[in-house]
């Protein structure tokens, strides 16, 4: 099943902003041995289902290619943060419907990717929302997610969004708000 075009088109101008404004410093990236940018999705601790949704990154993956012409590679990479190359994947992706806990060594470790360069983009297809509020807390206690105006660039560098995020799916009412982080004024997570 493909999914709704306009949650492809969300993530396309999420990915659009990620490439135009990200500098992660990594050795030896995927992206740079390859010459083809990765995806990766983020195994997590906690009960929360990380690995919903399979299809959403090779989808986003062919329709960014289709669309810009910039190699990447279509086959999700799943990644945890103890891993030796999690460094090497300068956007994260993270999924689920549960909780989600990292160690205080994960919370250091993603603290670290997000101020150098890493972008984290957050998916809560319904349930993660409070425990994923909880993690970021401990990393950035002093800088909580906000709400992103709809003046950013994240929703107007590709696809304008002048209203903010369209609605896709109806697990909440009213209308969906996009939240994020921002470290020394760079958008570091969705």
């Not at 992706?93 to 989600?100: D, K, R």
């Amino acid at each position: 099943m493909y999914p709704n075009r306009k949650y492809v088109f969300i993530l396309f101008l999420i990915f659009c902003y990620f490439i135009n404004s990200s500098a992660i410093k990594a050795e030896e990236s995927e992206y740079k041995k390859n010459n083809q940018f990765v995806i990766a999705r983020l195994k997590y601790q906690g009960g929360g289902d990380w690995y919903n949704d399979p299809s959403i990154i090779p989808n986003l993956s062919k329709e960014f290619k289709l669309r810009t012409g910039i190699k990447i590679n279509t086959v999700e990479k799943i990644v945890d943060i103890e891993s030796s190359d999690f460094f090497s994947f300068p956007f994260i992706f993270i999924t689920g419907h549960g909780n989600i806990s990292f160690s205080p060594a994960e919370l250091e470790k993603l603290r670290i990717y997000m101020e150098n360069g890493g972008f984290i983009y957050c998916d809560d297809d319904y349930g993660m929302d409070t425990y994923l509020r909880r993690e970021i807390g401990k990393i950035f206690p002093d800088n909580k997610l906000t709400e992103i105006p709809f003046s950013h660039p994240i929703y107007n560098i590709f696809y304008k969004f002048p209203d903010g995020l369209p609605k896709i799916h109806e697990h909440y009412p009213g209308t969906p708000r996009g939240y994020g982080i921002f470290v020394k004024g760079h958008l570091v997570l969705f």
